[in-house]
């Protein structure tokens, strides 16, 4: 697992995701900004992203109210994905599901109650 922890670290991440989304998931070209956007804005520390051969993966890790979620891409249909939400890891229950059909506020709304069931899992 690799932390990202500097601008470069982040850019290199942005520029992955870029490409999986461009060449495996198109329906998710608007959303991903976004989802990205929320975590590093609610996450209380910083964010970690799995890697393969030295390489980083589109999978993250991130503690948001004090619980550790996973951020990852599942399948819908051939060429539809969403990101989904694991409580405390890949194992984890999903939490919550981002697709394209969601507005920027569905999103944000979304991450004020991944806070709150953070904060009540933590307790």
Known sequence: MKQIVTT?????YITHLDYVVNHHARNMAGLWQQVLAGVIQHADEPLKVR???GTVTASAWAVIGGQRFMFGAE???KHNYAIVVKLKGCQGPVVAAFTDQLTPDDVRGTFIELKALG???AA
């Open 75 to 77: 399948r819908l249909g």
């Open 51 to 53: 890697t393969h051969l």
């Open 8 to 12: 470069k670290d982040l850019a290199d």
């Open 119 to 121: 904060i009540a899992q």
